[in-house]
């Protein structure tokens, strides 16, 4: 990375493409003026004791400090809106797919137009966020629904796969959208505004930014970890842990309820029989068969939404953790980088000469990646708990609707049971 | 189920109150453990209101006994059946044990039924052996094996299972006995599906109590989050016990099931009287033809019939007209014997097929009520359920927008 002197014309990789001069210096009065002790509160210090150098324009949290963002933002301070709808079935003679359309509205000045409207499939979706954890390895990328789904258990074509996925695909992009570094990317510029998203591309622009880009893995030992960052490991183990679990719970509860619904399937149709040789009871009897499968049908339902919906959500988590993780790894190797070779200088020369250059970039590279981190992760617990809120509520809202079902056919059973008797009751 | 206003159930009010285990020396003086159920019964009075109660103990080979008393000397009556001797159609937490106390529970109830089903019976009901089975502690089995109906009950026995080709049954029982055949085995169906039914629904609520589990650990771990989370795992618990109930009330309806599958069988075994009083008279009747045709033939001297005397007469010569003689007189005897009867049958098989018929029709009635009703209170059951479920998933969910 270049030299991180404020002004700095020159754009830097991990903030995008935005101009310098429309982010303001963190320390500068206005800001303070703006959020008074917001910049001071938000201050990162290395477990050394020195301040991380929050000047630097490529810090996305001087950025945070003053949006807040997250998915309640305010519609006068977006200037970025995207949706995915329209899903459309494609056949060729290789292979049948789904386009679903991407539609942007922007005043942004790195879009040549304000409106944009194109055709995207998975495959796409699935490019972008590989372009976006290789060019921001700083940062949490969103998650995708799951690539791969197995053939013969869901109707890939069916309308509720297909919303479901869409629902997925339009909150990946308008993260990604509200995301104050990630929205800058050039790739996801493309993707909302090629026509043909030529997915070669992107490899000409990141060989570009490359040098700046790479951070070396792995060989470096990590000394101390800086406690937010083992607590964020930790937590992640844990909360995987129970996502576990709950993936566990969850199918078994799909297998007992496909197997009652074996039974109910069998069950009803004992007294439809049974009603083929009664008089009286012939109503009676068709009527609670009736029932039975009323409510079978139901149960196929609530089954049928929790592998769709319920559980593929929580896959997803697993493996936006797995990625996440991935990043603190990553995170812990610049760390590591950054030390040894601080250590090397220490022990090689008297204490008098200046840092040279290499050590002070990776000094940089360790602050930009904890500011960067440290923000995301703030945004990405707001999401979760948006995210499982919606997950469990939805859980809990297909489980009153299947008893719902249930109660209204009993409920409309009850009239033609006690028919005989009103009848009788009348004549005698 | 069982209508007051009826029979003796006028008079008397009868209740199984409770059970008890005792131990005591079997036949073979052998220690056994079995239960005893007390039996209360109180007469009303129109001048006391407040009828002492009498009461005593039996155990069930004593309702076995009685009950088999009734179908011998009641063999034209639909006889109430008794709750079943070993549970039978149990799904797996349900115990088969015949000791354990749910199922004593659920028998204590059924004899009771019994009790008052043969109460309200039209002709069982005034029976002398049953008022002394709810009366007399002491001396009643000798009372019963006194009867006699021991000996008719070994004959009946062996003519039932005997099988034999009536020609003109009443086309009624005929269809009354496929019908019995037909519950029986509809019932049986539905009753071993609802186990396994009640099995896998036992499986859906018992695992989401895990959830209760995993909720809890994760809300140590949040933030913002826990509270949410904690109390919607304590529904999920809620959610996963209120099963038991749910089963508990559903066996109700599988015992007023079973009352009616062992209907079938009284049912039944009605039909097989009929049949079996048809067959008697047809086989009377038949006698007396042949032995008529006999008759003529020896007065035409025409051999229409096949007889080995009549070979062993052409083999070996023909019989003097003095043994002709008494031949004849010999089959005006017989012929005599057999029009009585065949009179005696005939009235008999009409005598029962009146009363049979009349017992199995109140017997149709009393069905078609009493199984409308429990499948009235089974939809009540599954609505109850339904708002029980509905109620805790809204609870749950707003737990989890509180998140």
Known sequence: MSAMSAGAPRSLASSGQKSIQDILHPLSAEESALNPGSAAEKDL???????????????????????????????????????VDDPKKHVSTMETYITYRVCTKTTRTEFDLPEYTVRRRYQDFDWLRNKLEESQPTHLIPPLPEKFVMKGVVDRFSEEFVETRRKALDKFLKRVADHPVLSFNEHFNAFLSAK??????????????????????????????????????????????????????????????????????????????????????????????????????????????????????????????????????????????????????????????????????????????????????????????????????????????????????????IPVLQDKQEAEGETS | MVEKGTSLLKMMEISVAEAEKRTGKNAVNMQETYTVYLIETSVEHIIWTNPVPDSLWRRYSEFELLRNYLLVTYPFSVVPPL??????????????????????????????????????????????????????????????????????????????????????????????????????????????????????????????????????????????????????????????????????????????????????????????????????????????????????????????????????????GQETPEQREAKVKMLETQIEEGEELVKERNTECEEFVKSAWVDIERFKEQKDHDLREALISYAIMQISMCKKGIQVWNNAKECFSKM
């Open chain 1, 45 to 83: 210090i290395l477990p050394n004791g020195t301040p991380v150098d929050t000047s630097s324009p490529a810090s996305s949290s001087s950025l945070l400090n003053r949006l807040q963002l997250d998915d309640d933002l305010d519609g006068e301070t977006r200037d970025l809106f995207v949706t």
């Open chain 1, 196 to 413: 043909d998203l030529n997915k070669r591309q992107g490899l000409a622009l990141l060989t570009k930014m490359g040098e700046s880009v790479k951070y070396v893995t792995g060989g470096y030992k990590l000394r101390a970890r800086p406690v937010e960052f083992a607590a964020m490991g930790d937590y992640l183990d844990l909360f995987t842990q129970k996502l576990g679990t709950i993936d566990r719970i969850a199918q078994r509860i799909i297998k007992e309820q496909s197997e009652f619904l074996m039974e109910l399937r069998e069950y009803g149709p004992v007294y439809s029989s049974w009603s083929s040789f009664e008089e009286d009871l012939h109503d009676p009897l068709e009527g609670v068969s009736g029932c039975v499968s009323n409510c079978s049908s139901a149960l196929e339902e609530l089954t049928e939404d929790m592998s769709e919906d319920f559980l593929p959500v929580l896959r997803e988590y697993v493996l936006y953790i797995e990625s996440m993780k991935n990043v603190l790894k990553k995170r812990d190797q610049v760390q590591a980088e950054y030390e040894t070779k601080l250590e090397a200088v220490v022990f090689r020369e008297d204490k008098k000469t200046p840092v040279p250059t290499d050590v002070e970039k990776c000094q940089d590279r360790v602050e930009c990646f904890n500011a960067d981190l440290k923000a995301d992760w703030d945004r990405w617990e707001n999401n979760k708990r948006q995210d499982f809120r919606q997950l469990l509520t939805g859980m809990a809202d297909k489980n009153i609707q299947y008893y719902e079902k249930c109660l209204a056919a009993w409920e409309s059973l």
């Open chain 2, 83 to 316: 709750p079943e001797k070993r549970a039978e159609f149990v799904w797996h937490k349900l115990s088969a044990d015949n000791m354990d106390p749910d199922f004593v529970e659920r028998r204590r109830v059924g004899l009771e039924n019994f009790l008052l089903r043969v109460a309200s019976h039209p002709d069982l009901s005034s029976d002398k052996i049953f008022y002394s089975f709810l009366t007399e502690e002491n001396g009643w089995k000798e009372t019963v094996f006194e009867t006699g109906f021991q000996a008719k009950a070994d004959s009946r026995l062996k003519a039932l299972n005997a099988t034999f080709r009536v020609k003109n049954p009443d086309k009624r029982f005929a269809e009354m006995k496929h019908y019995g055949d037909e519950l029986q085995s509809v019932i049986s169906q539905l009753l071993r599906v609802r186990a396994r039914a009640a099995d896998r629904l036992y499986g859906v609520y018992k695992v989401h109590g895990n959830y209760g589990r995993v909720f809890s650990e994760w809300s140590a771990i949040e933030k913002e989050m826990g509270d949410g989370l904690q109390s919607a795992g304590h529904h999920m618990d809620a959610y996963a016990a209120s099963v038991d109930d749910i089963l508990e009330e559903e066996e109700h309806y599988a015992d007023q099931l079973k009352e009616y599958l062992f209907y079938a069988d009284a049912l039944r075994a009605v039909c097989r009287k009929h049949e079996l009083t048809q067959y008697e008279l047809e086989m009377a009747a038949q006698d007396l033809t042949s032995k008529k045709q006999q008759r003529e033939e020896l007065a035409t001297g025409t051999i229409r019939t096949f007889s080995l005397k009549g070979m062993t007469s052409k083999l070996f």
